[in-house]
Each structure stands twice: as C-alpha cells, then as structure tokens.
C-alpha cells in the first residue's frame, strides 16, 4: 500500500504498446507514487484491459510498470480521506472486478515486475496467469503491519501459493525476494534487469504463436476445473479437448504432425 497523494502529472496513467502480432503491453505509469492502485488507475486500467479482451487478434497482454516499483497497492491517502462504508466497499468491489476481468479474460495475462509489489500490488502479480520478475524486485502483502488484514490479495495469493505460505506472508507481512518468490510458485522466472524485457517478449511471442481458439479454452477450462471434485474436472476436461479436437487449427496442426511439416495455422 502506497501513502502517496494525488499527482499533478499529466502523462497518461496507463501507456499502451503493441509489443509484436497478438502481444499488448499495458504499462502503470505513476512511478513516483509507486504506481498505486488509485480510484482513477483502477478506471484506466479497467478501460484499457476491457478493450484488449474484446479484441480478438491479441493473444496476449504483458502487464508492466514504470519506475522502482511495480506496483505498491491502494493509495492510502486517497482512502484515508474518505473513511465512508460505501466508498471502501465500492473501491474494494472495482479491484476485484479489474482483477476479476484479468482472470476470466480469454487472453493470457503476463505481470512484468521490474521492482517492489505490495498489497493489491502482489495480488495483482499472483492474479496473472504468468509472472516475470527481475532479481532485485520484493514481494509483501504488508497490510497486516497497518492493522489491515490484505483479505482482497489473499483470494489470488492462497490459490498461487501454498495455503501455509500464503498465511505466513499474509500474518506477518514481511517481504519475500524473487527468488523466494519463485520457490514460493508466485512468479514463473527470476532474470537480471538486463534480461527482464527480452524474456517477457518471448514468453509473450511463444505463447502467441500458438492458435488462439485453443488459447482461450484453455485457459478457460484451466480456471474452471480447479475447484471441482475430481470426476467433474475430468469430465469438464475430457468435453473441452473433445471440443477443441474439432478446432480448424488443431486438425490442421494434426495432420502437419502427422506429415512431418509446420502448421499453417489460421
């Protein structure tokens, strides 16, 4: 969490760049609050995600920040001026449907972390369907430390991480560094800062390479089965690869196994 004010700065809030075919890169851009989670970030970034999932020629979204910090949570000062019931759970209730929207979107979503993620800045890297990190950054859900429990970051953090990590973290709100991080399952890969744009660019061009009916079933069925009973998930399972079988891509990319030359995907 961020205690940092309103800004007079007026570049745009969240930048947007088409890094390759398919790849969006939507970047926080107030590095000098820490690139909190205010009232109007949350608008901006919600506007912006909203256009990316419905546009169906981009496969992916890299979620990246500005800055020393990825991204430091709420901003403190904008909520301590408003000590209303109403406001906290209407600010509560557009986070989660921002976070919301990034999980159920059918784009693969990447967080690219090139420094500190508190708070709903942690939840916002265990909310991503995948994690780069550079090897300086640190990760907290540091809360509790103010006397707030980060209930709202501990709904993607406990499904990420294992129950009992997640409640130390959640319990003492001390940082972890990325490669505790990684043990932890919260991020993917730990690179250098010199490395941290060239591999979320790859991560980002493999993964759209890939045909993107395919992509959003996917992740889709990913989501969707995990809190089933077993014989659910499998039976969820087995319809969406029956269904994805009969994809155009995947007959075409079939029959290039089967004689030995590349897909010519659609």
Request: proline share 5%; charged share 20%; net charge negative.
């Amino acid at each position: 969490m961020t205690a940092s004010a309103g800004s007079l700065d007026t570049s745009p809030i969240v930048l947007k760049a088409n890094l390759a075919p398919g790849v969006v890169k939507l970047t926080l851009n107030r590095p000098d609050q820490y690139n909190p989670l205010s009232e109007q970030m949350l608008s901006s970034l919600q506007r912006e995600i909203d256009e990316v999932a419905a546009d169906n020629e981009i496969k992916v979204l890299v979620l990246a920040a500005t800055g020393r910090a990825f991204c430091a949570g709420h901003d403190l000062k904008e909520m301590r001026a408003r000590p209303d019931q109403q406001y906290y759970e209407d600010l509560f209730s557009r986070c989660s449907r921002m976070m919301l929207t990034l999980a159920r979107m059918p784009q693969i979503v990447i967080a690219q972390v090139q420094g500190m993620a508190t708070a709903a800045g942690c939840q916002l890297v265990a909310n991503a369907d995948l994690a780069v990190t550079v090897d300086t950054a640190r990760f907290a859900v540091s809360g509790i430390n103010l006397g707030l429990f980060c209930s709202t970051p501990s709904v993607p953090l406990s499904r990420a991480v294992s129950r009992k990590r997640a409640f130390e973290m959640l319990t003492t709100g001390e940082f972890i560094d990325a490669h505790t991080a990684e043990v932890y399952g919260l991020v993917n890969r730990v690179v250098s800062a010199e490395k941290l744009d060239d591999t979320v660019d790859a991560l980002a061009r493999t993964i759209a390479g890939k045909p993107a009916d395919a992509l959003r079933l996917g992740k889709a069925l990913f989501y969707r089965q995990l809190n089933m009973p077993l014989s659910e998930a499998y039976q969820a399972a087995g319809q969406a690869m029956a269904d994805n079988m009969l994809f155009p891509d995947t007959l075409e990319g079939v029959d290039a196994f089967i004689e030995k030359r590349d897909p010519r995907w659609k």
